[in-house]
């Protein structure tokens, strides 16, 4: 007998049902960040009644109904419309400036999950004059996130944070010219997403999809893991114009990525990024 | 309790972890031998503790971005409105996930994911605090073989965090400030 411990039987349980996952439905979290993985799946195990990942992992096999349910699991995030002011701040500020300058524009918001940040960019490029000739494209992998990012409707017992942010973002419009109340909601205007093209796309798997001057993922990269963020990097790096710009989340950096050589600080405390001329 | 070394220390706190956190974490050398992960309970962004607690400490004070290495002889912070999670192989990751127990930071999480990682090798510490975060965390940490310390309920300026956790960990000790740190530096020191 080896004097190694075992590893867990809980991780070879997790590393099965992720391979399960993968080669049934060709979702791939095989490269997420491990620590916050787990976490998500002991909830979905603890929440869904299986007593091991085991379980879980049979009924996954065998039943499609459950990828959906594992991947609200797996992916939904919680966001706010303009969190993080600042960021927003610094892109009409600093970023938007330079953007002005071209005549058509193309964003690129990759793991848009419910779309309060695609929304927030349509109403500030709208507040700028920017919006009809902007193409924004709002990306994730989980279906179901899309469908509701797509309708632009959100509880509207979020909107008072939504609006204490839009103001503090440098909002120069009331966040309420741009909804609609109906039954508890807030329901955003049709034309915000005119010039939105909702689509699957999967960072770990797929490859470029188009060339744009901005791409924001923000606390996206934060669940992958080191290989992982240099691929999904490696996309926006070739995504980008020469000098276009790549925001990130408040904590998240370059510093650590293959990648960092091809892009300098552009507004260093809101992470937003320059793709450098080479 | 464990017999193994101390790799690491978590620690929680809520209401009145500043003056906490203050009579503990400024007695630390800066050749400390361990790293310390620390998760308080703040209202909102941003944050003042890095700074606040950089002046007063030998230690460096870090709020740490996402996939940074831990090393030893730094307290790291976690970010106001993230998750701190501790990464098998020893670095930082940083989750937006909703709260837990209407907090994020938590101190479960951060517990949780360091005692995957330390093992037996963990020691944790609850501190002051008038909710119920940490408990659970407490609890995981012991199941993995690692040490659970409290402040002494008896003393703290919020006692029902402490309280939470000694109930579930059958090997904690709660300890006076003092014999928190004076632990803390035999833990650690070189």
Same mark, same amino acid.
């Given at each position: %007998?080896?004097?190694?411990?075992?590893?867990?039987?809980?991780?070879?349980?997790?590393?099965?049902?992720?391979?399960?996952?993968?080669?049934?439905?060709?979702?791939?979290?095989?490269?997420?960040?491990?620590?916050?993985?787990?976490?998500?799946?002991?909830?979905?195990?603890?929440?869904?009644?299986?007593?091991?990942?085991?379980?879980?992992?049979?009924?996954?096999?065998?039943?499609?109904?459950?990828?959906?349910?594992?991947?609200?699991?797996?992916?939904?995030?919680?966001?706010?419309?303009?969190?993080?002011?600042?960021?927003?701040?610094? %892109?009409?500020?600093?970023?938007?400036?330079?953007?002005?300058?071209?005549?058509?524009?193309?964003?690129?918001?990759?793991?848009?999950?419910?779309?309060?940040?695609?929304?927030?960019?349509?109403?500030?490029?709208?507040?700028?004059?920017?919006?009809?000739?902007?193409?924004?494209?709002?990306?994730?992998?989980?279906?179901?996130?899309?469908?509701?990012?797509?309708?632009?409707?959100?509880?509207?017992?979020?909107?008072?944070?939504?609006?204490?942010?839009? &103001? &503090?973002?440098?909002?120069?419009?009331?966040?309420?010219?741009?909804?609609?109340?109906?039954?508890?909601?807030?329901?955003?205007?049709?034309?915000?997403?005119?010039?939105?093209?909702?689509?699957?796309?999967?960072?770990?798997?797929?490859?470029?999809?188009?060339?744009? &001057?901005?791409?924001?993922?923000?606390?996206? %990269?934060?669940?992958?893991?080191?290989?992982?963020?240099?691929?999904?990097?490696?996309?926006?790096?070739?995504?980008?114009?020469?000098?276009?710009?790549?925001?990130?989340?408040?904590?998240?950096?370059?510093?650590?990525?293959?990648?960092?050589?091809?892009?300098?600080?552009?507004?260093?405390?809101?992470?937003?990024?320059?793709?450098?001329?080479? | 309790?464990?017999?193994?070394?101390?790799?690491?220390?978590v620690i929680g706190a809520s209401a009145g972890a500043v003056q906490a956190l203050s009579d503990i974490l400024?007695r630390?050398?800066?050749?400390?031998?361990?790293?310390?992960?620390v998760v308080v309970h703040?209202?909102?962004?941003?944050?003042?503790?890095?700074?606040?607690?950089?002046?007063?400490?030998?230690?460096?004070?870090?709020?740490?971005?996402?996939?940074?290495?831990?090393?030893?002889?730094?307290?790291?912070?976690?970010?106001?409105?993230?998750?701190?999670?501790?990464?098998?192989?020893?670095?930082?990751?940083?989750?937006?996930?909703?709260?837990?127990?209407?907090s994020?930071?938590?101190i479960?999480?951060?517990f949780?994911?360091?005692?995957?990682?330390?093992?037996?090798?963990?020691l944790g510490i609850v501190l002051t605090g008038a909710n119920e975060d940490g408990a659970?965390g407490a609890?995981?940490?012991?199941?993995?073989?690692?040490?659970v310390l409290v402040e002494d309920p008896a003393t703290a300026y919020a006692a029902t965090m402490p309280a939470a956790a000694l109930a579930r960990c059958?090997?904690a000790r709660a300890l006076s400030l003092d014999a928190l740190s004076d632990y803390l530096?035999?833990?650690?020191?070189?």
């Amino acid at each position: %007998m080896s004097h190694t411990p075992a590893e867990p039987v809980e991780d070879i349980e997790i590393k099965l049902l992720l391979e399960a996952l993968y080669l049934r439905y060709h979702f791939d979290f095989r490269h997420y960040a491990k620590a916050s993985i787990k976490r998500r799946l002991r909830q979905a195990r603890d929440q869904l009644g299986f007593a091991t990942f085991s379980a879980m992992q049979e009924k996954l096999l065998h039943s499609e109904a459950m990828v959906g349910t594992l991947l609200d699991y797996l992916t939904v995030q919680v966001s706010e419309m303009f969190r993080d002011p600042g960021y927003f701040k610094a %892109m009409r500020e600093r970023v938007l400036p330079h953007l002005r300058t071209y005549p058509s524009l193309k964003i690129w918001i990759a793991g848009c999950s419910h779309g309060e940040e695609v929304y927030s960019f349509a109403i500030m490029l709208l507040e700028e004059g920017l919006l009809d000739r902007t193409m924004i494209y709002a990306t994730d992998i989980n279906p179901g996130a899309l469908e509701i990012a797509r309708s632009g409707v959100y509880p509207l017992d979020r909107i008072a944070a939504f609006t204490r942010n839009h &103001q &503090q973002a440098g909002g120069k419009t009331s966040l309420a010219d741009h909804y609609t109340t109906a039954y508890g909601r807030a329901v955003f205007d049709k034309k915000l997403r005119a010039q939105v093209v909702f689509s699957d796309h999967s960072l770990v798997t797929d490859e470029v999809f188009t060339e744009c &001057q901005l791409v924001s993922c923000r606390n996206v %990269m934060i669940y992958f893991d080191r290989p992982l963020q240099d691929r999904a990097v490696g996309l926006f790096r070739d995504s980008l114009t020469r000098r276009g710009f790549l925001g990130l989340g408040s904590k998240e950096t370059l510093r650590f990525s293959e990648h960092a050589g091809a892009f300098t600080d552009f507004v260093r405390e809101e992470k937003i990024y320059q793709r450098s001329e080479a | 309790m464990s017999a193994e070394p101390v790799a690491a220390v978590v620690i929680g706190a809520s209401a009145g972890a500043v003056q906490a956190l203050s009579d503990i974490l400024p007695r630390l050398p800066a050749d400390y031998s361990l790293p310390i992960m620390v998760v308080v309970h703040v209202p909102t962004a941003p944050s003042g503790l890095t700074t606040l607690f950089a002046a007063k400490c030998a230690m460096a004070v870090v709020e740490p971005d996402d996939k940074e290495m831990i090393a030893p002889g730094s307290i790291y912070f976690a970010p106001p409105g993230y998750h701190l999670l501790v990464e098998p192989g020893g670095s930082i990751a940083l989750s937006a996930d909703e709260p837990v127990l209407y907090s994020r930071p938590s101190i479960d999480v951060l517990f949780e994911s360091a005692a995957d990682s330390f093992g037996p090798g963990l020691l944790g510490i609850v501190l002051t605090g008038a909710n119920e975060d940490g408990a659970r965390g407490a609890a995981a940490i012991e199941q993995r073989g690692g040490r659970v310390l409290v402040e002494d309920p008896a003393t703290a300026y919020a006692a029902t965090m402490p309280a939470a956790a000694l109930a579930r960990c059958s090997a904690a000790r709660a300890l006076s400030l003092d014999a928190l740190s004076d632990y803390l530096i035999r833990a650690g020191s070189r």
